[in-house]
């Protein structure tokens, strides 16, 4: 017997969360032989064909009109350990079109109604196109959604440089060559105890080796644990303090 789900959330938008879910999980398959589709395999391919174009500008144009949305499972964790956390201040970077982002939007609302504190989930896309997508989305679920998001639209390391509040938590779900250069724009805003959370991270271990060394070098105050979800997660504890 399945566990209910341990979202909060009107049935109209948890049917609309499972029907995204599952188009994710069909356009990946159509991608992938491997059920899962990793940046650094599909560059591979593109540049193993004879292309006169640019592999990184081929991977983007396949994946213009693809979902390929965080796993289900791992939105659900993201969700309850912004409610354990208490967290308000999101910043998520690859928002696609924005299915994770709704678990981040009704995350924070529970927290923020907790509290009685202020927060913002500050999502990061590209593509103009992807935007208007998940906007369509976001609407569909309505204000307890739409009003906690700040869309920033266009390269993430110029969108996230100003503007940050306090960030209590950091969902890195990106093109892995860009994941470092990410945290190290949004460290500085990062609050003792935030978390920062890296999907793929045992798949996609190559990929990634620059951010889990700069994570798990003791004089960066981060402390670090893979969680046994498909393919990895990793959880990033930052305590600064620990370098002092």
């Known amino acids: 017997m399945s566990?209910?789900?341990?979202?909060?959330?009107?049935?109209?938008?948890?049917?609309?969360?499972?029907q995204l879910?599952?188009?994710?999980?069909?356009?990946?398959?159509?991608?992938?032989?491997?059920?899962?589709?990793?940046?650094?395999?599909?560059?591979?391919?593109?540049?193993?064909?004879?292309?006169?174009?640019?592999?990184?500008?081929?991977f983007d144009r396949l994946m213009l009109d693809k979902f390929i949305a965080?796993?289900?499972?791992?939105?659900?964790?993201?969700?309850?350990?912004?409610?354990?956390?208490?967290?308000?201040?999101?910043?998520?970077?690859?928002?696609?079109?924005g299915v994770s982002t709704i678990y981040l939007a009704l995350a924070i609302a529970r927290t923020k109604a907790a509290t009685g504190k202020s927060g913002v989930v500050i999502a990061t896309e590209k593509e103009k196109e992807k935007a208007a997508i998940a906007r369509t989305y976001w609407a569909q679920c309505g204000p307890v959604v739409e009003q906690e998001i700040d869309l920033r639209e266009g390269d993430l390391l110029e969108t996230l440089k100003d503007g940050l509040p306090q960030v209590d938590l950091l969902l890195l779900d990106i093109w892995s060559a860009l994941?470092?250069?990410?945290?190290?724009?949004?460290?500085?805003?990062?609050?003792?105890?935030?978390?920062v959370l890296t999907d793929n991270t045992i798949s996609?271990?190559?990929?990634?080796?620059?951010?889990l060394a700069f994570l798990r070098a003791p004089e960066n105050g981060f402390q670090n644990m893979t969680l046994p979800f498909t393919n990895g997660f990793e959880m990033s504890v930052y305590r600064p303090e620990l370098t002092q």
């Open 3 to 18: 566990s209910p789900s341990p979202i909060t959330a009107p049935p109209h938008l948890l049917h609309l969360l499972s």
């Open 21 to 58: 879910h599952q188009t994710s999980l069909e356009q990946e398959a159509a991608i992938s032989k491997k059920g899962k589709v990793f940046s650094a395999d599909v560059l591979g391919d593109l540049e193993d064909k004879s292309s006169a174009s640019n592999p990184k500008d081929d």
């Open 70 to 97: 965080l796993d289900e499972d791992k939105c659900q964790f993201t969700y309850q350990l912004i409610n354990a956390m208490g967290a308000t201040n999101v910043v998520e970077a690859g928002t696609s079109f």
């Open 179 to 195: 994941a470092l250069p990410t945290l190290k724009t949004v460290l500085p805003r990062l609050r003792p105890g935030a978390v």
């Open 204 to 211: 996609g271990a190559a990929g990634y080796a620059d951010l």
